[in-house]
């Protein structure tokens, strides 16, 4: 069984910084591809807020740009999330995403969130 687990989530005053840090663990037969950070809210649908490919290509939402770094270290099959200039607006659970292909066929994979608070 695979196993994305999250680290780095806390509360932080407007302004401030956080790393956030997902590991896939477990029993990874393929390649871990595609990687990335999504947030939700309470109410909200979940959201793209970064991602990176195997080869270190990254998308951020226009919200993040600027601010927020996606970084990755395939050696650990780990995924990281600096963020900068932190807003009250940023407050969302975050949620890791991989991807595993074995193939011919990919494994989609979630974490099971981290809570990030920035107050004003």
């Known amino acids: 069984q695979v196993r994305l687990v999250e680290s780095g989530g806390g509360l932080v005053q407007a302004g401030g910084s956080l790393r956030l840090s997902c590991a896939v663990s477990?029993?990874?037969?393929?390649?871990?591809?595609?990687m990335g950070w999504y947030r939700q809210t309470a109410g909200e649908q979940r959201e793209l807020v970064a991602s990176i490919t195997t080869g270190g290509v990254t998308y951020y939402a226009d919200s993040v740009k600027g601010r927020f770094t996606i970084s990755r270290d395939n050696a650990k099959n780990t995924v990281y999330l600096q963020m900068n200039s932190l807003k009250p607006e940023d407050t969302a659970t975050y949620y890791c995403?991989?991807?595993?292909?074995?193939?011919?066929?990919?494994?989609?994979?979630w974490g099971r969130g981290t809570q990030v608070t920035v107050s004003s």
């Open positions: 995403n991989a991807d595993e292909q074995r193939g011919t066929v990919t494994y989609n994979y």
């Open positions: 477990g029993s990874i037969s393929g390649i871990v591809g595609n």
